[in-house]
């Protein structure tokens, strides 16, 4: 039967003849996630050299033969293309088909090498004796018998997702995700899809509502129909998550709702009802006082997060309240004692954070760059070390633990790792029931620290415990929900040092001085000597691709020749927005074509990934124990196994195909990203086209990020707009006001 495609009518500016053509498809040169567009490079008898065809295709792997209806047509830029309209396939008849077939990663444990030597050993007859004699292929140097069980599992796995994809293609859908669906629910994947497209939302990560919502209108779902309302009320919430939201007031949620799906208020309204009642979310009422700062009278919650935002206030109140294990301790004496070992002199405001972390339960500790955290830090390490304390060192990301072990000379770990996740049990191993062996626990970068991330770390803090937050308030928010530090300290229930001198050595780095500039809303200094090496740099750029061009040339050429630096280890290129000319997406194209352009590489989801690669987590994958923001080398790439081998934190980490969506390059990151790491140098494209995400605490953030060196590339305009601008996204949570309230009510 012959599938039918649509095209975009602009592709194509001439038409000629309609007729149908057969070929073999010899690779795959671009394929688009969104709609299934293609753009083949096939094989046809009769003509010279490789015919380009363009359509929309369900699944087509190179080596397969394809009987193609449409037309020829000459393409304005890439000049004659069959354009199809209708195809069908069929799998290759010919050798060369066959190995190009089977080494084009279809089958997980056949790679080009392996495809050849099983071709050569059974020829034409090759995929007749994997469907029905599939043991034969122990007669393959290389292939023992658990290699064997993989291939038939593999092959039979095939067939299953491409009924999917051709089913998902046949509603309109792209197929793209079709691995990702079978890979969760199995074989019941075709089942779970017919029955209740909107599962998928829920259950399989990167397919979201959207998707979900045309699987289901294809299938003659309602509008009106209640899965059709409860997922898309989990959709939207989840959206505010995305947002750093923990929670949506009540009747914002439901215009959302409302304008999302377009259907009478009073069906979500009554789809809320049902997902409370499933308790599946939480539906809080408010006070008038909290109702009012907040903007509605009720808030809604996922009922995870109602959960971890109520029991993190309880445990923070609680720790505050309970009494000390250890003996009592003379503050005064503590640091004198201090003030003999350390080798510098520690301020006034330290001092006092020291003394607090020896009276108080709950400690925060903020400040800027140059202000001494890390010194505060070693002090207290000092004294709790010298009373034989058990001492935990924690941060929210491997980076920012390594910096934290190698500046105390204490072993720090990522508060993922201290919590001790168990892939086998899908939760924490330290909790409530088995704590932390410590009684003092430190978090450093704990802005960086989600409500969620919070409430499993309090779990396991033992009561007797002191709890030190530290961290810089004014950098940006944590990636995920929730705003935890600000919150904290602005509940007024804790004691909260702030740190403000800037000590001289840090005085001499212009970068410490223009982030504190930048802090007060004042323009930073940006004349430089050209003469003089300086560690903050502006260059001018106002059109985005000569920026583009100058963060090339500054990343590959003048930062590597003038201060040394590793192009590959040292250097980080942070923009504020994803998309644009001078977005993340298109700065790693170009960094990744001038920095690591050769070598063994594989591609999906429209990237490339080469051996040597700098790449980075998007989300959290617990069962690899590696965590949203994490980044790594690519190392090795296995065509034959179809998996990919990065190094993340001096160990490997291995990826299937199937799994990349998880990874993307990372010679430039969203600033977003760049929370709780540093590098030794810091590129940064600030262009007025980035208007709606230069705000202050965003340039703060990045400016901060770096140790030695930043250097600015874009327009002053843009800059001033960035210094001007402190009004930050607000976040709903109710993280402060119930810690007010507790605190006043004595209940908690």
């Not at 000049?79 to 195809?87: A, C, D, H, P, T």
């Not at 004699?133 to 038939?152: D, F, Q, S, T, W």
């Not at 000390?324 to 003999?340: F, G």
């Not at 995920?480 to 001198?501: H, K, M, W």
Request: glycine content about 8%.
């Amino acid at each position: 039967m012959f599938r039918r495609n649509a095209f975009p009518a602009d592709r194509i500016r001439k038409k000629v003849m309609a007729e149908t053509i057969k070929g073999l498809v010899e690779r795959i040169t671009f394929s688009s996630e969104e709609d299934g567009y293609s753009v083949l490079k096939v094989k046809v008898p009769g003509r010279k050299g490789l015919v380009t065809a363009v359509g929309n295709f369900a699944s087509v792997t190179p080596g397969e033969v394809l009987v193609m209806e449409g037309e020829w047509s000459d393409h304005a830029r890439f000049g004659e293309q069959f354009k199809v309209e209708r195809y069908e396939t069929s799998v290759p008849a010919t050798e060369a088909g066959i190995v190009k077939y089977l080494g084009s990663g279809l089958i997980r444990g056949i790679g080009p090498k392996m495809a050849q030597r099983i071709v050569a050993r059974f020829g034409e007859q090759t995929l007749d004796v994997i469907e029905h004699e599939i043991e034969r292929l122990l007669e393959v140097e290389g292939i023992g018998p658990n290699r064997v069980e993989r291939i038939r599992k593999a092959w039979d796995d095939q067939k299953d997702i491409r009924d999917l994809m051709v089913f998902l293609r046949g509603h309109g859908v792209s197929s793209a995700y079709a691995t990702r669906i079978f890979k969760h629910y199995g074989k019941g994947a075709l089942d779970v899809v017919r029955n209740n497209p909107y599962r998928l939302a829920m259950d399989v990560s990167g397919i979201g509502f959207i998707t979900a919502d045309k699987i289901a209108g294809n299938l003659g779902f309602a509008p009106d129909s209640p899965l059709r309302g409860e997922a898309g009320i989990l959709y939207v919430i989840q959206q505010g998550m995305d947002g750093g939201h923990v929670c949506l007031p009540f009747q914002r949620l439901v215009e959302d709702s409302v304008k999302l799906l377009d259907i009478p208020p009073q069906i979500i309204e009554d789809a809320l009802q049902r997902l409370a009642a499933d308790r599946r979310v939480v539906i809080e009422d408010l006070s008038v006082e909290v109702a009012e700062s907040f903007g509605d009278h009720r808030a809604v919650y996922l009922r995870g997060y109602h959960l971890a935002e109520v029991q993190a206030c309880r445990r923070l109140i609680f720790l505050q309240s309970y009494g000390r294990l250890q003996k009592k301790i003379d503050p005064e004496a503590a640091l004198q004692q201090l003030r003999n070992k350390l080798p510098v002199k520690l301020a006034p405001l330290q001092e006092d954070a020291v003394r607090r972390t020896l009276t108080d339960k709950v400690v925060v500790i903020t400040g800027g760059p140059g202000t001494g955290k890390t010194t505060l830090i070693r002090a207290v390490l000092t004294i709790y070390r010298h009373m034989g304390a058990r001492v935990c060192l924690a941060a929210p990301t491997g980076r920012a633990a390594k910096r934290l072990s190698d500046a105390t000379r204490h072993v720090a770990g990522t508060v993922h790792r201290l919590l001790e996740f168990s892939p086998q049990t899908g939760g924490f191993q330290k909790n409530e029931q088995q704590p932390l062996s410590a009684d003092l626990v430190i978090v450093d970068e704990a802005s960086m620290l989600d409500v969620l991330l919070l409430h499993h770390l309090l779990k396991a803090v033992p009561g007797h415990a002191t709890f030190v937050l530290v961290g810089d308030v004014d950098q940006l928010p944590s990636v995920g929900p929730g705003n935890v530090l600000r919150d904290v300290i602005d509940s007024g229930g804790f004691p909260v040092v702030r740190l403000t001198e800037i000590f001289r050595q840090a005085r001499k780095s212009r970068i410490v001085t223009n982030a504190h500039l930048i802090q007060q809303g004042r323009f930073p200094l940006i004349k430089a000597d050209p003469d003089e090496l300086q560690d903050f740099y502006f260059i001018e750029k106002e059109d985005p691709e000569a920026a583009v061009q100058v963060i090339i040339r500054l990343c590959t050429e003048r930062i590597p020749a003038r201060f040394g630096f590793d192009p590959m280890e040292d250097i980080q290129v942070l923009s504020p927005m994803q998309k644009g000319a001078a977005g993340v997406q298109r700065l790693n194209a170009a960094l990744q074509e001038a920095l690591n352009p050769k070598g063994k590489s594989v591609e999906r989801n429209g990237r490339i990934y080469r051996v040597g690669d700098r790449v980075m987590q998007i989300r959290n994958n617990y069962d690899k124990e590696v965590f949203n923001g994490d980044m790594g080398r690519v190392r090795k790439i296995d065509l034959e196994e179809q998996e990919l081998v990065v190094e993340m934190d001096r160990r490997p980490v291995t990826y299937d195909f199937s799994d990349l969506d998880e990874l993307v390059p990372a010679y430039a990151i969203s600033i977003h990203k760049a929370q709780g790491s540093e590098y030794p140098a810091v590129v940064i494209p600030l262009l007025t086209q980035h208007y709606v995400m230069l705000q202050r605490n965003l340039l703060y953030t990045a400016v901060t990020r770096a140790r030695k060196l930043v250097i600015v590339v874009g327009t002053v305009r843009a800059l001033s707009i960035a210094v001007r601008n402190e009004k930050m996204h607000r976040r709903h949570t109710l993280f402060k006001e119930r810690l007010r309230g507790m605190l006043q009510s004595g209940c908690f």
